[in-house]
């Protein structure tokens, strides 16, 4: 079934190398548009880049926190003009389009970013000249280049979605952020549920009994 799924995708390679080149060449500079390549897990999914300076990215680089969802959530949908981060602090506007094979199964991620961070500023100069209001920009994902940075954004936003300090959390939070962590993907990770325990402070056993999962070996 596995070596299927990598025969789907290098058959659509071609077709997924025009359409990330015409998207770079239509928009610029400002605009990475990266194919990832599901079909040989989370460690190395770009399989091709245009303009990686956006993000600072480049073939071989891992996935980004979407693309791990899109392994996790066999379910997962397209998502269009949402507000992300470059590492380097840029903001970008990113719409991520999720590739099937014919069983359904999404197989590859077309990841475009536009730097929008020149707009933004130009954006705001224009609102304070003519006096009129601004939404505040929401906070976005940050883009990784490396899975060990990707686990830590996530252990990181399921404090936050907690919205406690560890110390402070009961058992049950703790769990619920534990959860939250599996439905993002991070529990994918290699070696990812000794980070998490030690963020947690709890055992392996425990964690793996919040997911209603036998501990990995």
């Not at 003519?130 to 990784?144: H, P, Q, S, V, Y």
């Amino acid at each position: 079934m596995k070596s299927n799924k990598k025969q789907a995708f290098n058959q659509m390679k071609p077709m997924l190398a025009s359409i990330a080149a015409g998207i770079s060449k239509q928009f610029g500079g400002n605009c990475e548009v990266a194919i990832h390549n599901l079909t040989k897990g989370y460690n190395s999914t770009i399989e091709m880049i245009e303009n990686g300076h956006v993000t600072g990215r480049q073939v071989g680089d891992s996935a980004s926190e979407i693309v791990l969802e899109a392994l996790k959530d066999k379910d997962i949908q397209d998502r269009y003009g949402y507000i992300t981060h470059s590492k380097n602090g840029k903001m970008l506007k990113s719409s991520t389009i999720n590739i099937r094979d014919d069983e359904g199964e999404v197989i590859a991620v077309i990841s475009i970013n536009y730097d929008i961070s020149d707009l933004t500023l130009a954006n705001k100069i224009l609102g304070e000249f003519i006096n009129l209001e601004r939404e505040t920009e929401t906070d976005g994902e940050t883009i990784t280049n490396n899975v060990t940075d990707l686990l830590e954004q996530l252990i990181e936003e399921s404090r936050s979605y907690i919205g406690k300090s560890v110390s402070a959390m009961t058992k049950e939070e703790k769990i619920e952020a534990i959860r939250y962590l599996d439905r993002k993907g991070a529990l994918l990770i290699k070696k990812s549920s000794d980070r998490i325990s030690e963020f947690y402070g709890i055992s392996r056993y425990t964690l793996y009994r919040a997911l209603g999962t036998q501990e990995e070996s």
